[in-house]
Each structure stands twice: as structure tokens, then as C-alpha cells.
């Protein structure tokens, strides 16, 4: 239809306008939510100069911080630091990249667990050590979580003309 009708024209930008409201209301509806959990985790560490390879056993974290809408571990480049920090200081396995595997159910991740285990233990290139000695344990961080900056009000250039008004002025009484 042509867009000389005003009718369907304003109809249209109705619609849109509606769809936008409804959308914004449900993207606010389906915020991420960041909660204290149990999760299952284990560690796996490899070297590219190195043949060994490191796995801790699972080990269950009681205050997790979980983002609820993708299941995403908070801080977790955290844990890995930790596995890396040990690797270093306890293995002298400097330079090795380490990663780590959660989920808040074991069995789930008892499947990931072992799938990596057999796949690195039927290598014959890679040696894999666990690490289930209790040497190494994950320590949940503190939480914090991130702090809102609001963006200072931007002034205008009437506002700004104003002050250098002002200020011309006050060196001219002086």
C-alpha cells in the first residue's frame, strides 16, 4: 500500500512502538541474576614445551557465585590462577595453561571428567598426572560484584557560555 494513507502509516509506528515496550519489558524481565551455589570443579593443566599434563580430582565448592541466566561460573579465571599458582610453586611447572571444568550437578561432570582422563591417558605422548594427593584444593574468591558507574550529566554549550559569562564578568569587577 502506498504511504500516502496516514492511517496505515501511524498504525505501523503503533505496532512498532508496542513491540519495542514489550521487548524492553521482557530483556528486563530475563536480567541476570548472580547467586551463591554449590558446584562440582575440577582443573586440567597442559604445556605446550611440556609432555606432562595435570588433573585435579572433582572437588565441591560450597559458595560458587553462578550468573543464573547462562550458568556461567563468576571469577573463574580465579580458580584457574589458583591451579596455575600451584603448578608453579609445588610441580615447578612454570608456563602451563591451565583451565577448569564446573557444573552444579557431579554426574554431569563426572561424564567431562572422565572423557578428558581417557583421552589423555590412551595418548601415549602426554603423560597425565592427577593431582588427588589433597595437595591442591580450590578456594572460592569473595564475591564482589560490579558497581554501577553512572555517567556524569553532560553540560550544554548554553551552560557552558553561561559560566564563561560569569567568569569574564568576575575578572572584570576585580
Known sequence: MPCGRGGMMNLNFKHWGLLACLLGLVGMSLSAKVERTTVYIFGFSASFTDSVAYITDVQQ?????IETKYDFLMDRVVYSDQL???????KQMPNSTCTVFFHTK?????EEY????KRYSGDESV????LTDGGFKFQSPVYEPPVKVTP?????KAT???KRRKASKDKQEK
Open 61 to 65: 565448592l560450597d559458595s560458587a557465585y
Open 84 to 90: 596455575q599458582t600451584y603448578l608453579e610453586a609445588v
Open 106 to 110: 557431579k554426574n554431569k561432570l563426572m
Open 114 to 117: 572422565n572423557k578428558i582422563r
Open 127 to 130: 603423560m597425565l598426572k592427577e
Open 152 to 156: 556524569e550529566p553532560v553540560e550544554s
Open 160 to 162: 557552558k557560555k553561561e
